[in-house]
């Protein structure tokens, strides 16, 4: 969900040109051609897609590509290394159950071809489930038969589960775990997480806020389960949808880390809560009911998940963070009022005082939905 882009379209298709001739060995007569920003691409980076033409040994190629770069005037957390996710898509590609693009090339240094560091990769064909408006109001989940839709939430969940079953040693992804807010360890990650709400709120707090830190350090369970690739931000939103109905790429790992299975699930469940509802909807015909979620999930992966009411809160707290920071985003870009009720009174932060039984806030609830 793009805010708003300033972006050079002509100036930035001849720096990518003489960037792709530098980095990409052996090519020449590099032409960069429809090169657009898509008003839904993300917040926490910046996305750009383009079609390329090279020629290597006189033999001339087409490619579809993506830009991610980093935001130039901040984005949704305080840092954003785009070199974790290059390299995690290093590691991934070309194993067949986890489809990822393909990363081309990163650039860390040079700020004057885009203005931030940045990295490309393939571009894959398909389509992406709608945040806004939400895929489970409008758009073409909706447009889906009841049994297409089924179709839909099981591959989506398979796709889930491929990604937990990586195997984190064999293929080098130890690092993953590095840092606090995606350390395999849920202590550490509470501890990140009240680092980043405080940089988020500028020092406010909040009486729900303090009670989901204060139940959640008193109720850490006991994690006796896999430690396995955290994608962070799992969700049918990031996945690509081929029009089989089958997952074409798995997108979208800034959050990327290493902890419980149920570190992921419960975010799963959670967002998908927040596009029912959370916001006053039913969830669609053909979709998985959580109940169903966690027995194909566990069919699937011949794992029992423990202790999902504490991840689903958890999951809560977390996002309830990223809307403070998406509403401080929204009103330092004038989409919002400086006194918008988004930053404490939205659908999440609403179901995340219900699950802690502190009842609905008063006033009205906001989200970014309309308000782009």
């Known amino acids: 969900m793009a805010l708003k882009n300033d972006i050079d379209a002509q100036q930035v298709s001849k720096a990518l040109g003489l960037w792709i001739s530098r980095v990409i060995p052996g090519a020449n007569c590099t032409s960069i051609?429809?090169?657009?920003?898509?008003?839904?691409?993300?917040?926490?980076?910046?996305?750009?897609?383009?079609?390329?033409?090279?020629?290597?040994?006189?033999?001339?190629?087409?490619?579809?590509?993506?830009?991610?770069?980093v935001p130039k005037k901040g984005g949704v957390f305080e840092t954003c290394d785009l070199s974790r996710e290059f390299q995690l898509f290093r590691a991934l590609d070309g194993l067949p159950d986890v489809p990822v693009p393909s990363p081309v090339a990163l650039e860390q240094d040079d700020e004057s071809?885009?203005?931030?560091?940045?990295?490309?990769?393939?571009?894959?064909?398909?389509?992406?489930?709608?945040?806004?408006?939400?895929?489970?109001?409008?758009?073409?989940?909706?447009?889906?038969?009841?049994?297409?839709?089924?179709?839909?939430?099981?591959?989506?969940?398979?796709?889930?589960?491929?990604?937990?079953?990586?195997?984190?040693?064999?293929?080098?992804?130890?690092?993953?775990?590095?840092?606090?807010?995606?350390?395999?360890?849920?202590?550490?990650?509470?501890?990140?997480?009240?680092?980043?709400?405080n940089w988020v709120s500028k020092g406010a707090s909040h009486p729900v806020f303090e009670r989901a830190f204060e139940w959640l350090e008193a109720e850490v369970p006991v994690e006796t389960g896999d430690i396995v690739i955290s994608w962070g931000d799992a969700r049918l939103g990031n996945l690509i949808i081929a029009e089989d109905l089958k997952v074409a790429a798995i997108i979208d790992w800034e959050m990327a880390g290493l902890g419980a299975r149920e570190v992921d699930l419960g975010w799963w469940l959670l967002v998908q809560r927040f596009h029912s509802s959370a916001i006053g909807v039913d969830l669609p015909d053909g979709f998985l009911s959580e109940e169903e979620t966690i027995t194909l999930y566990k069919e699937l992966s011949g794992y029992t998940p423990r202790n999902l009411d504490y991840y689903i809160t958890f999951a809560a707290l977390r996002l309830s963070i990223i809307m403070v920071r998406l509403g401080h985003m929204m009103i330092e870009h004038e989409l919002l009022p400086p006194d918008a009720p988004m930053l404490y009174n939205n659908p999440v932060l609403q179901t995340l005082s219900d699950l802690l039984g502190m009842g609905p806030l008063e006033g009205s609830s906001q989200y970014f939905v309309g308000n782009r």
């Open 33 to 69: 051609t429809n090169l657009r920003i898509p008003q839904a691409s993300g917040l926490s980076s910046l996305t750009i897609l383009f079609d390329a033409e090279w020629t290597v040994d006189g033999h001339r190629d087409s490619h579809e590509l993506v830009v991610r770069c």
């Open 113 to 197: 071809i885009i203005g931030a560091p940045f990295f490309v990769m393939d571009r894959i064909a398909g389509r992406v489930a709608s945040d806004d408006p939400p895929y489970t109001v409008e758009g073409w989940v909706m447009e889906l038969t009841s049994e297409e839709r089924a179709v839909l939430a099981h591959n989506a969940l398979k796709a889930l589960v491929a990604v937990h079953a990586v195997d984190v040693d064999e293929n080098g992804l130890a690092w993953l775990g590095d840092e606090g807010i995606a350390a395999p360890s849920i202590r550490s990650r509470l501890v990140a997480q009240k680092k980043y709400l």
